[in-house]
């Protein structure tokens, strides 16, 4: 028995070495593209001592005094969001929150030639004033480090503002009801003449004005990426040495796949 299993074992290692190298090529000729957006239905969570928590998504809030921020999941209308939502205890400043993911390499591509859409639900500010500096602020948000695309979701048309290095695009959102919108960051960089970036942060922006009380939230399904016609198949995210790393993404896994180069 020994003697058989030292006569196989180079056969065993042989055909391993196949197996890799069958794979390694067939990841090589995936016509697969980069996910732009990394769990985009916001199904990956984690817990700690604090709660709960996104897995992907980075969330930070900046409070006003008095003021305090959540996230969590939930349900509205029988359909599985994300809930952000600010407690407005104080009389001054704003306060944010922001859901955030680094974007570079190839997903940036993606998100810059592919069709994204977000699915959003906006509740009506409880405000004490009309005045546009009481309300609430709901967008999606791009930073490249230069320049900031905002898109804000907002119950009246407004035109495409432009402060600087700040591009500010009004979406209509109708209140309390389910809207789906389309982002086009290539476009609005290409009319802002903006060079397109290296990396950005691609946020959820939800705030709070002066004189909103109580509790304010707003809710995201999800974003939608539709694959363009024209879009080129992705390549690895990086190489470093004689190592390849893929970016490898499914509904309900999230890891990196990591394949050396047979020399």
């Known amino acids: 028995m020994s003697l058989l299993r030292r006569a196989t074992a180079?056969?065993?290692?042989?055909?391993?070495?196949?197996?890799?190298?069958?794979?390694?090529?067939?990841?090589?000729?995936?016509?697969v593209p980069s996910p732009p957006i990394l769990d985009p239905n916001f199904e990956l969570w984690a817990e700690n001592s604090a709660g709960s928590h996104p897995?992907?998504?980075q969330f930070e809030h900046v409070e006003a005094v008095d003021d305090s921020a959540s996230l969590k999941q939930t349900q509205v209308d029988g359909t599985k969001a994300i809930e952000l939502a600010i407690f407005r205890g104080g009389k001054t400043g704003w306060t944010y929150t922001y859901l955030s993911q680094v974007i570079d390499g190839?997903?940036?591509?993606?998100?810059f030639t592919q069709e994204i859409e977000v699915s959003v639900m906006r509740e009506a500010c409880i405000c004490s004033s009309s005045a546009?500096?009481?309300?609430?602020?709901?967008?999606?948000?791009?930073?490249?480090?230069?320049?900031?695309?905002?898109?804000?979701?907002?119950?009246?048309?407004?035109?495409?503002q432009v402060f600087l290095a700040h591009r500010i695009v009004s979406l209509q959102t109708p209140s309390s009801e389910w809207v789906q919108q389309r982002l086009d960051f290539a476009a609005q960089y290409e009319n802002a003449q903006w060079k397109t970036p290296d990396r950005v942060t691609l946020s959820i922006v939800f705030g709070v004005g002066l004189n909103a009380t109580g509790w304010q939230r707003a809710y995201v399904?999800?974003?939608?990426?539709?694959?363009?016609?024209?879009?080129?198949?992705?390549?690895?995210?990086?190489?470093?040495?004689?190592t390849q790393i893929f970016s490898v993404y499914s509904r309900n896994d999230l890891q990196s796949l990591r394949c050396r180069e047979l020399e």
């Open 55 to 57: 897995l992907v998504w």
């Open 221 to 242: 399904h999800g974003f939608t990426v539709t694959r363009s016609e024209n879009y080129v198949n992705s390549m690895p995210i990086a190489t470093n040495g004689g």
């Open 106 to 111: 190839p997903r940036l591509t993606a998100l």
């Open 132 to 160: 546009l500096s009481a309300g609430t602020l709901f967008g999606v948000e791009v930073n490249d480090g230069t320049h900031v695309l905002t898109y804000v979701f907002s119950e009246y048309h407004a035109e495409t």
């Open 10 to 31: 180079p056969v065993s290692i042989i055909l391993l070495i196949i197996v890799a190298a069958l794979t390694f090529a067939s990841l090589q000729t995936s016509s």
